[in-house]
């Protein structure tokens, strides 16, 4: 059974941080690639940031750029989302998922398994 766990949302005010976490099975995480995506209320899904097998190479939205990184910990199967300088815009349900793929895609289509979600909420 895979499993991926998120942890770590909450509400927080314009300009915080948050950071995210993701627990996932240990079969699954030494060779996939893992992503990070979004849906806000009424809006479709979009994809956040991705981190390939071995944490080598990582890539984002245009949104996020500079104020939000991807990492992995091998040693615990986490991956983490670090949210700095958060703006109401940010605010959406956020998904861990795992992909096949090593190196992973930005379209939420290619990947195989999906966390729960976890609430973000930033306000002005």
């Known amino acids: 059974q895979v499993q991926l766990v998120e942890s770590g949302g909450g509400a927080v005010q314009a300009g915080g941080s948050l950071r995210l976490s993701c627990a996932a099975s240990a079969r699954i995480f030494s060779t996939y690639a893992m992503g990070w995506f979004r849906q806000a209320s009424g809006k479709e899904r979009e994809f956040v940031a991705k981190v390939n097998w071995n944490g080598g190479g990582t890539d984002y939205a245009d949104s996020v750029k500079g104020r939000f990184t991807i990492s992995r910990d091998r040693a615990k199967d986490t991956v983490y989302l670090q949210m700095n300088n958060l703006k109401p815009e940010d605010t959406a349900v956020y998904y861990c998922?795992?992909?096949?793929?090593?190196?992973?895609?930005?379209?939420?289509?290619?990947?195989?398994?999906w966390g729960q979600g976890t609430q973000v909420t930033v306000s002005s």
């Open positions: 998922a795992a992909d096949s793929s090593p190196y992973g895609s930005t379209k939420a289509t290619e990947y195989d398994y």
